[in-house]
């Protein structure tokens, strides 16, 4: 379980590049026109070939990233990582507080 907590954020770094790779890759024909309710008079656009493989393909990789997100959350909740808790106690003391007064003797110019 150890060995997964110390993998998996290297899994999610590599998952978040090549995800961004795909998405940037990705042919765009949206205007901001569109994206309000406008029409640009273009006709209905579908996905062939390679296209589709790369829209399919962040599909899954997109889940996959998720997938590890959750898996992390998980994982974190089980593994406690090693030196952040000690298993024995450390003793306390407390010392009380004196009042010693200090007074203050003021600052003369020295000009």
Do not use: H
């Not at 042919?27 to 589709?52: I, N, P, W």
């Not at 994982?75 to 990582?81: A, C, E, G, L, Q």
């Not at 003793?91 to 004196?98: A, G, L, Y």
Request: proline letters at 6%; aromatic letters at 6%.
């Amino acid at each position: 379980m150890n060995f997964i907590a110390n993998i998996l954020p290297w899994i999610q770094i590599v998952l978040s590049v090549v995800m961004t790779g795909l998405i940037l890759l990705q042919r765009s024909d949206a205007s901001l026109g569109s994206a309000f309710g406008g029409t640009d008079g273009t006709t209905v656009y579908t996905r062939r070939g390679a296209e589709k493989i790369l829209f399919y393909l962040t599909i899954v990789v997109s889940v996959l990233f998720a997938l590890s997100a959750l898996a992390a959350l998980v994982i974190s909740t089980k593994v406690i990582p090693t030196g952040t808790q000690s298993t024995t106690a450390i003793p306390v003391t407390t010392t009380p507080v004196t009042s010693n007064p200090v007074t203050a003797t003021p600052i003369s110019p020295t000009n």
